[in-house]
Every structure is written in structure tokens, then in C-alpha cells.
């Protein structure tokens, strides 16, 4: 019998269940592999593994699922959108296709991601219920008989089912049909058993009595950060993500990540990391053990430290706090780029990359400003044509008389990038107001005939 069939022969009229020779007949040249439950299962489990990237809890889902529980993890890759879209992406380069699905409840994520109709689905919070009231019976992994029971009495959809009175529900189907819809409401906790792969450098300890306060936490930290320590020395690692998982004694489980800009096996900074980040744990009724994790790791060799000379700062701490707080998008530094265009002239690269392309100008005859606005925001300016600088100019409904000026620094548009764009020339001026404050403004055109630009003030910077 055919336990699968991929989407080529799904389209050329393969289905699970049908007898393989009728298969054979009906696509000439039909590849067909042994099916091995055991196989399967192996792999999920290491796809599970390879999950672990995107977030610390992850198991796999058998037959054909993983779950993971993003919680706390999805502003390190930009929200839940683009974590789902770059795990969907990246699962197609190796061979999967896959839908994927967040929400608040796995049952709900399950559902959503097998019968929601897109690739990739975001449930907003507290919405399960009517997401998922128009979705058939089948998203609620119901046994077939209850499933078929249900459709004889008229109902075909999880709302309808919902609506009913639980007890003869009970009664006729058992209790698991409204444990689903308990589950995938959110009403009734569903708990996942983690994959923890074993060559993954980690250390847990557990407890006599349930820990419930900040300070017991902390305590627990820098235990084991000191024995992962420990053993990266010995392996000559260090780490670059850590996940800190909390067991709680009603057997649910809760995790927290945190990231380092280059390997570290310091353990107060990595203990300090994470106790920072222990708002986000929600102990319950207590919790009776705790594992540090180290899923990913480099090599790190030991640096012979120069007293005699004076050295750099080193900023790889501060870097490591703010990208857990903020974010790794939002902690970088900014890299000169070869274009006269003031808003493409600088590109985004990690924090403690060094420049990649490109130098600063050490003199550079016209001083850009510190911020740009983006993008350019107009003003109304009063200016004598074609060369002089704005007497005055009013933003956002405040007038700004100026005092002194300099300019004008001509920009000319690059015409052979992006579709012609930008083929005005800018005229830009240096101005300070008689308050002190110092502006950038641009001209639109060449002050002359208005050929190159339609002659309009804008604001781009403040020095």
C-alpha cells in the first residue's frame, strides 16, 4: 500500500492507502522506497534538532509534524512572520515543504498549520477560537470513529462542535473530544516533551522543594553556567546561544535564549545574561528543575593577554545585553557604502564586525549629519533663487528663522539605479537657526530652470 506520496504524484493521481501496483499502472517509471515507521520517526527527531535555532523547546510530532515553542524567541528573528517564513524557506532549500503556524495553544498552531489554507499562519493572541471555528473536525486530532460519529449527527466544523453541551458529548465520544477543544482553546494546558539532542553540551539540576523566587533562580544560574563553563573549557568551545529551561511541577516547561556576539565561557557574564532575563519566567506553582543548554557553539582559543599595552575596550558584553533586549536587528553598526546619495551611503553589519567595504572619508569636504530622517520630510522655505541658502523655513507648523548658512553642496541623483529613480538633482544647504539648532535641507532642482527637479525644500538631517 502507499503510506505517501510526494506532490508530483499526488498530482499525477497517487494517494495514500491505494495498492502500489495500481500505482505502478497508472505512473509509468513511478519511484517507489519502503516506508519504515522507524525511519520516519528518526527523522523528525532530528529535524526537531535542527529546530532548536529558532527556539529552545522543540520535539518532534509524529507523523509528519515538529513542534516549536517560540514563546519569548520570535524578536530575535524580526517577529513571528519572519521566524516562520525564513524556518518554511530554509526546510524547502533542503528538500521539505512545510506549513508552519503560530498561536497560543499548540493544539490551535497544529490546526492552523495542516487546515488554515496558507503556508504560514499567525493566529493574533486570543484568537484561536475564531480561527479556528471554521476549520473541519479533523484539525482537532480526533480518532476517525469519533470523527465519523460526529459528521452522522450533523456536524462538520470545530464552531458547531463547540457549541455543544459537553456532558453528552462525553457520554457518546468520551472525554477526549472535549479535552481537544480544551487544549486548542487554551482552556486546558497541553504539554510538550522536548528533544534535548545528546551531543549538546548542557547541565540540569533538580530540586528537593519547588523554587519559586527570582533569588533561588539566580542561585541555580550560576551553578550551571559554571559547570557548562567547565566543560567547554575542556572542549575548547565557547558559547554563542544558551537556553535556560524551567521544568514546573504541573509538567509544563518554559525556556528562555539568550545570544553572545562572539563564543564565551565566561560564566559571570553569561549568568548575568541570563539572569536578566528572568521577568519573562512564570514559575506557576514552582519549579523542580532546571537544564542550561549550549545548542550552538564555536571554537574558542585561548588569547594571551598584553598588560604592558593599552587595549581597546572590549564592548562584547554591552553588545550581548542589548541584542537580548533589543533584538539582533537592532544592535549593528553602520558601513560606508560608495554612493554620493546621503540615504544609501551607509548598510547595516554585525556589531562586532569590522568595516567590510570601503573607508571612511577622513576630511570630507561637506559634513553629513549624525541622523537622517527617512524619508526626507518637506518643509515650507523662503530662498532667493538660484544659489542662496533658505532665509527661513517652517516644519511642522514651527517657524525657523536663519541665522547663518552654507551652501549649496549639489547631489545628483543616481539615474542608472533602481528604475531611474531619483533623477532630480539636490541642492543641499547647512543651516542654524537663531535658537542654535542646526539643520540639513535640500532643494529639489537646480535653482535655475527647474528642469532637474520640481523645486521643493526638504528637511534629510540635524548636525
Not at 494517494?15 to 505512473?27: E, F, H, K, N, Y
Not at 468520551?174 to 494546558?189: E, I, V
Not at 565561557?265 to 541570563?274: A, E, F, G, Y
Amino acid at each position: 500500500m502507499v503510506a505517501a506520496a510526494d506532490a508530483i504524484a499526488a498530482e499525477a493521481g497517487a494517494w495514500p492507502g491505494m495498492p502500489v501496483a495500481q500505482a505502478q499502472t497508472l505512473i509509468p517509471g513511478l519511484t517507489v522506497m519502503e516506508a519504515r515507521a522507524g525511519d520516519d520517526e528518526t527523522a523528525l527527531r532530528r529535524l526537531a534538532g535542527w529546530c532548536l535555532r529558532y527556539a529552545p523547546l522543540t520535539a518532534a510530532a509524529p507523523p509528519d509534524g515538529v513542534w516549536i515553542d517560540v514563546t519569548g524567541s520570535t524578536h530575535l528573528h524580526g517577529g513571528e512572520t519572519r521566524l516562520l517564513r525564513d524556518l518554511v524557506s530554509r526546510l524547502l532549500v533542503q528538500g521539505f515543504s512545510a506549513r508552519a503556524a503560530v498561536a497560543d495553544t499548540p493544539g490551535a498552531a497544529h490546526a492552523m498549520a495542516r487546515f488554515g489554507g496558507d503556508d504560514v499562519m499567525v493566529v493574533p493572541s486570543g484568537g484561536q477560537e475564531a480561527a479556528l471555528a471554521r476549520l473541519p473536525l479533523a484539525a482537532l486530532r480526533l480518532p476517525e470513529a469519533t470523527l465519523n460519529g460526529l459528521r452522522l449527527m450533523g456536524i462538520e466544523r470545530i464552531g458547531a462542535l463547540a457549541v455543544l453541551p459537553r456532558a453528552p458529548l462525553v457520554r457518546r465520544f468520551g472525554a477526549l473530544t472535549t479535552q481537544r477543544l480544551d487544549q486548542a482553546f487554551g482552556h486546558t494546558p497541553e504539554t510538550i516533551d522536548p528533544a534535548f539532542p545528546p551531543e549538546t553540551v548542557q547541565a540540569r539540576l533538580t530540586f528537593a522543594e519547588p523554587l519559586l523566587t527570582p533569588e533561588a533562580f539566580a542561585h541555580v544560574i550560576d551553578r550551571l553556567t559554571a559547570s557548562v563553563c567547565s566543560i567547554m573549557e575542556r572542549s575548547g568551545q565557547g558559547a554563542r546561544q544558551l537556553d535556560l529551561v524551567f521544568e514546573r511541577v504541573d509538567g509544563t516547561i518554559q525556556a528562555i535564549r539568550i545570544g553572545t556576539a562572539r563564543p564565551s565561557r565566561d560564566p559571570r557574564h553569561l549568568s548575568r545574561l541570563l539572569r536578566e532575563r528572568l521577568e519573562r519566567v512564570d514559575p506557576g506553582l514552582g519549579v523542580e528543575a532546571m537544564r542550561l543548554l549550549v545548542p550552538r557553539a564555536d571554537a574558542l582559543v585561548p588569547v594571551q593577554m598584553r598588560v604592558a599595552e593599552a587595549e581597546e575596550p572590549d564592548i562584547a558584553p554591552l553588545i550581548d545585553r542589548l541584542a537580548n533586549r533589543l533584538g539582533t536587528g537592532h544592535v549593528y553598526r553602520v558601513a560606508p557604502v560608495d554612493s554620493a546619495v546621503p540615504e544609501r551611503s551607509t548598510r547595516p553589519v554585525p556589531a562586532l564586525t569590522g568595516q567590510a567595504a570601503g573607508e571612511w572619508p577622513s576630511s570630507p569636504d561637506w559634513p553629513r549629519p549624525v541622523r537622517l530622517l527617512d524619508p526626507p520630510q518637506p518643509v515650507e522655505a523662503m530662498a532667493l533663487l538660484p544659489d542662496h541658502p533658505p532665509m527661513a523655513f517652517t516644519w511642522r507648523r514651527i517657524r525657523h528663522r536663519v541665522r547663518r548658512a552654507d551652501g549649496p553642496e549639489r547631489i545628483a541623483g543616481e539615474w542608472w539605479k533602481r528604475n531611474g529613480e531619483m533623477r532630480s538633482v539636490r541642492d543641499y544647504f547647512r543651516v542654524e537657526d537663531e535658537e542654535g539648532h542646526r539643520y540639513w535641507l535640500f532643494r529639489r532642482g537646480d535653482g535655475e530652470n527647474g528642469v532637474s527637479g520640481d523645486m521643493r525644500w526638504f528637511l534629510h538631517g540635524f548636525f
